[in-house]
């Protein structure tokens, strides 16, 4: 009797990343919150949201510490979020009312653009800053999936670069997928391209630089998707 083939490593973290709030639980939470938080985000043109306190305090300790603290939002039950992206943000709230965003899932997908993919750093940030630990862990998980068999947009790797700290998992899997992409790029027009993507960067944040010759000084080559665990917030 052949032993069963183990599940691949896109299964396994699509296993991972289900279900954040089951269904049954977010229904009970929501019956029992009469808290609706007004949640203004972006300007000078603004989005408006009315979300339920417990849903946002579940999801975010950002939200958790600013709602049930002392500050001027735990009274007025108002939060103007000035300088996210109000696209950016409604994907936290298709995550904390779904469980997944609309735009993206574990399948391939034809009609999304290339550099929409870039949405999905932008997301990362955004749960860097709302603290919202399954929120960024989706959005990375999407990213490992999604960039397994295409080429890191160079937007993505500027957002991460610009927008997140120097050790974030978000840099770790843009230069783990640059280093990679270089060892196993299988064409020349592939190479030239990832190339000038680097070149540009490197020219533009100096800790690009300095992470590619580490990672191959280290001979750090692997694909991410088969070391997903590590860029996951536990």
Avoid at 21 to 43: D, N, Q, W, Y
Avoid at 118 to 127: D, N, P, Q, R, S
């Amino acid at each position: 009797m052949k032993n069963p083939t183990p599940p691949s490593r896109e299964s396994q973290l699509k296993e991972t990343l289900k279900d954040p709030l089951p269904k049954r639980v977010l229904l009970e939470m929501l019956k029992a919150e009469p808290t609706i938080v007004h949640v203004v985000v972006g300007s000078p043109e603004s989005q408006f949201w009315y979300l339920p306190k417990k849903l946002l305090s579940y999801f975010s300790d950002f939200f958790k510490s600013a709602l049930d603290g002392h500050f001027q939002e735990a009274t007025s039950n108002s939060i103007h979020l000035k300088e996210d992206d109000p696209e950016i943000f409604a994907m936290f709230v298709s995550f904390i009312s779904f469980g997944h965003f609309i735009e993206f899932d574990f399948t391939e997908s034809k009609t999304v653009k290339a550099s929409d993919w870039i949405k999905l750093a932008k997301a990362w940030v955004l749960g860097d800053k709302l603290q919202s630990l399954s929120f960024r862990n989706l959005a990375i998980g999407l990213s490992l999936f999604h960039y397994d068999k295409r080429l890191l947009h160079p937007r993505f790797i500027r957002v991460a670069y610009k927008h997140s700290p120097p050790e974030s998992k978000l840099r770790k899997f843009a230069m783990d997928h640059i280093t990679w992409r270089r060892h196993h790029l299988g064409d020349q027009e592939t190479y030239s391209k990832l190339f000038k993507i680097w070149a540009e960067l490197a020219e533009e944040f100096e800790d690009v630089g300095r992470d590619f010759m580490k990672q191959e000084f280290e001979h750090q080559h692997f694909r991410p998707l088969e070391y997903f665990e590590q860029y996951l917030s536990a």
